[in-house]
């Protein structure tokens, strides 16, 4: 394991615990024996990078309002981000596999490399606590923070949505348009925006877009995924 803590600059004073963040689920599964992997780690280190990019964002942009940051912070946690700093590090060729996993592809997986990024980050958090966590992960996030940060702001209430969902599950929302009104020259939509069994937003418009923007709008405008019953990641 030598040559992945030269790439992330960090020494594991338990080497099990760098296996186990390396270790996929797939290898357990084929091996048909009892045998650690990386989910409870990803777990952790998902919890890990929210608070350190939260803290760094916080008080690196002062001058942004709450719902930028949350922007902000939903598109460095994304699974495309998260791939790509996985990447910059050669993560995929150090994921302990299956067979089967391995031939699929799974080295290159966007999942895999996604979690075996938190999981990572987990087990440096555990190993080295919060400090060696906060420079491995600010070091691979910073050039991305200061670009993103220097984007303009989209107006775009879908992408918006979804990245912030994305950032607490892999489901997407969906939308679907539950009526309509008026002459096929002058008619009106209404659509409704779900994820993960719940309604978070419905709007009107002229044009099935229209009513889809509208009820991403409302849905941004409740954030009813951050009430009491919120689903949790597992």
Known sequence: MESIEKRIGYKFTNSLLLAESLTHPSLAYESKKPHFDNQRLEFLGDAVIQLILTDELYNRFPEFSEGRLTKLRSRL????????FANHIDL??????GKGEAASGGRERS???????????????IDGG??????????NF???IDATANQPEENNPKGELQEILQSISPVSPSYKIIS?????HLKS????VVWEGRTLGSGSGLSKKEAETAAALEALKDEVWTSENDVNKG
């Open 189 to 192: 939509f209404v659509s409704e």
């Open 77 to 84: 946690v994304s699974r495309e981000a998260l791939q790509e």
């Open 92 to 97: 995929g060729n150090y994921l302990l596999l």
């Open 142 to 144: 910073k050039s991305f």
């Open 130 to 139: 919060f400090e060696p966590s906060r420079t491995f992960i600010l070091t």
């Open 111 to 125: 999942s895999n490399l996604a979690d075996a990024f938190e999981a990572l980050a987990g087990a440096i958090y």
């Open 180 to 184: 309509q009104e008026g002459p096929d």
